[in-house]
């Protein structure tokens, strides 16, 4: 079992910032990737950002490129997502996940455990 507990989002203006943390705990961490979600209302959930396990390689979606980063500390066991230059279309409630699988994976059915979700809000 893996819990992923998250913190971070809230409401802020178009243009600013937020970072979103991800806590892991009950397994080891540092070998399994981790990706972020977000899932506006009525819409599916999608793929924003990935990072590998040692490695620390990343991948974003082409909404998230050049804007947000992902980033993981492992010997705190936490994953973060650090969101510049924020949009209302980013408005969602924003997830973590963890891959048991291994490799880079960009679809929610495709991991394993999920944070409790955290909601973001873009105003213009």
């Known amino acids: 079992q893996v819990q992923l507990v998250q913190s971070g989002g809230g409401l802020v203006q178009a243009g600013g910032s937020l970072k979103l943390s991800c806590a892991a705990s009950g397994r080891p961490f540092s070998r399994y990737p981790m990706g972020w979600f977000r899932q506006a209302p009525g819409k599916e959930r999608d793929f924003v950002a990935a990072?590998?396990?040692?490695?620390?390689?990343?991948y974003y979606a082409d909404s998230a490129k050049g804007r947000f980063t992902i980033s993981r500390d492992n010997p705190k066991n936490t994953v973060y997502l650090q969101m510049d230059r924020l949009k209302p279309e980013d408005t969602a409630v924003y997830y973590c996940a963890a891959n048991l699988i291994g490799g880079y994976r960009r679809r929610p059915d495709e991991y394993d455990y999920w944070g409790q979700g955290t909601q973001v809000t873009v105003s213009s």
């Open positions: 990072i590998s396990g040692y490695s620390s390689t990343t």
